[in-house]
């Protein structure tokens, strides 16, 4: 298992139903705009409403890296601020410091992607 999925973050369904209120945007409109962000990025567009529901109903709360990324470009806010306060594990300090490692590996992967995409490289 790799670093950035060796711990498990939850949305809080409450935070995202008020970021996509917030917006001003139905759950269709949210749905359209991850799916934006998604094709932007060269990757398969498949956000529906249903899921955007999932989500917002705390039925699907652990959503794909692909997900998270867009969530948090959609919303401007950085993934994490979408979640449990006490992501599954945190509370131990060493859970904590991974749960920030994972986010900083996050953090640095995008910013490799979008390099090596500026310099030609293939998909990472």
Known sequence: MSA????????NSDRVREARLQLGLSQTEFA???????ER????ARCSKRLVQKWESGEHATPVPRYQ??????????FK???QTGTVGASTPVA?????IAAELDHLMNRLEKLAARVGFAEL
Request: charged residues 20%; hydrophobic residues 45%; contains cysteine.
């Open 32 to 38: 359209d705009a991850i799916n934006v962000v998604l």
């Open 81 to 83: 601020a979408l979640c």
């Open 96 to 100: 904590g410091e991974l749960v920030e």
């Open 4 to 11: 950035r999925n060796s711990y498990i973050i939850t949305l």
């Open 41 to 44: 990025s060269g990757q398969e």
């Open 69 to 78: 990324k867009a969530l948090a470009q959609v919303t401007s806010r950085p």
